[in-house]
């Protein structure tokens, strides 16, 4: 989730990420808030084929823009293909009963089958609401990826959700932990997201 294309030239260009060679593609999408959606990549290790951006047609059902889907193309060091589809579901704005079917409706503009979510069945969360964690943040792969290609492959136990100290501060009204984030409404609270992120690691070999 980035707000603008200018975040993503400062975080490649003028931060640590340029030693590492990191490019960026994001969209353009007509969400109201000026939100849309991006992927980092390291030009020796993801060379990027093509991208595209998949707008939700939010007329069918009578709701406000949301964030585009970025389709992302690329090959790896293997030779293999790999798919990358960055989705920002629309919010639970409303109530989650409410806006669950224009997730729904979100999700089924891929038509993907055979997907595997590495989320799934989690104690952990990404996100805590009134002193209970959720996961709103899911890594979903296709089964391919799950059974032990030579080329490029992954697994449940290497997906993680990332807990690292400074990411997160005391939650005074509910106590144990929250994400520190970066507003608490409209006031700057200097952190980095409401979100803690998730990550997977990619084994790839030769074919």
């Known amino acids: 989730?980035?707000?603008?294309?200018?975040?993503?030239?400062d975080l490649t260009e003028y931060s640590p990420l340029r030693e590492a060679g990191y490019r960026y593609v994001m969209?353009?999408?007509?969400?109201?808030?000026?939100?849309?959606?991006?992927?980092?990549y390291q030009r020796g290790s993801f060379k990027?084929?093509?991208?595209?951006?998949?707008?939700?047609?939010?007329e069918e059902i009578d709701r406000t823009p949301t964030r585009d889907i970025l389709h992302v193309t690329g090959q790896v060091l293997s030779g293999d293909t790999l798919d990358v589809f960055v989705c920002h579901m629309p919010s639970r704005s409303g109530g989650e009963e409410k806006s669950e079917p224009y997730?729904?409706?979100?999700?089924?503009?891929?038509?993907?089958?055979?997907?595997?979510?590495?989320?799934?069945?989690?104690?952990?969360?990404?996100?805590?609401?009134?002193?209970e964690w959720g996961i709103l943040d899911q890594l979903i792969v296709s089964g391919f990826l799950l059974q032990g290609h030579a080329g490029i492959r992954t697994s449940y136990d290497k997906a993680q959700i990332v807990r690292f100290p400074f990411l997160l501060e005391e939650?005074?009204?509910?106590?144990?932990?929250?994400?520190?984030?970066?507003y608490w409404g409209r006031k700057y609270h200097g952190g980095f997201s409401d979100h803690l992120p998730v990550c997977v690691d990619f084994e790839i070999g030769k074919k």
């Open 1 to 9: 989730e980035v707000e603008n294309d200018h975040c993503m030239k």
């Open 27 to 40: 969209t353009d999408s007509p969400d109201q808030r000026g939100i849309d959606v991006a992927l980092l």
């Open 48 to 58: 990027l084929l093509g991208k595209n951006s998949i707008r939700i047609p939010n």
């Open 103 to 131: 997730r729904l409706f979100t999700a089924q503009i891929l038509h993907a089958t055979k997907l595997y979510n590495l989320m799934d069945g989690r104690k952990d969360g990404t996100y805590r609401y009134r002193g």
């Open 171 to 182: 939650d005074e009204k509910y106590g144990g932990d929250i994400p520190f984030r970066t």
